[in-house]
């Protein structure tokens, strides 16, 4: 069983910038793509971001999109959503999660999930 936690989340101000960080239980490089969602209130979980098992490629909400970075340290099986030019829309709380094939856009192809950290950008 695969566990992630997420770090990282808090308050900022339009135009800052936050490092999420998702935690794996055991070593993830080359068996899981990890993906970052979030869910606003009142609103479906959206993908955000996605990077391959391997850390070669990654994927970008087109509303995020040369705002958010991703990355993988497979020392310390963590992947990293780097979120700066924060906007008050990018407020929700943000989850990772794991599946052993490639990138998908959808929730429902994520096996594994973290707890969620709440991102809140607001003067």
């Known amino acids: 069983q695969l566990q992630l936690v997420e770090s990282g989340g808090g308050l900022v101000q339009p135009g800052g910038s936050l490092r999420l960080s998702c935690a794996t239980s055991?070593?993830?490089?080359?068996?899981?793509?990890i993906g970052w969602f979030r869910q606003a209130p009142g609103k479906e979980r959206e993908g955000v971001s996605c990077i391959s098992s391997s850390g070669g490629s990654a994927n970008f909400a087109d509303s995020v999109k040369g705002r958010f970075t991703i990355s993988r340290d497979n020392a310390k099986n963590t992947v990293y959503l780097q979120m700066n030019s924060l906007k008050p829309e990018d407020t929700a709380v943000y989850y990772c999660?794991?599946?052993?094939?490639?990138?998908?856009?959808?929730?429902?192809?994520?096996?594994?999930w973290g707890q969620g950290t709440q991102v809140t950008v607001s003067s």
């Open positions: 999660a794991a599946r052993r094939t490639g990138c998908s856009p959808s929730s429902f192809a994520y096996d594994y």
């Open positions: 055991k070593f993830t490089s080359g068996y899981y793509v």
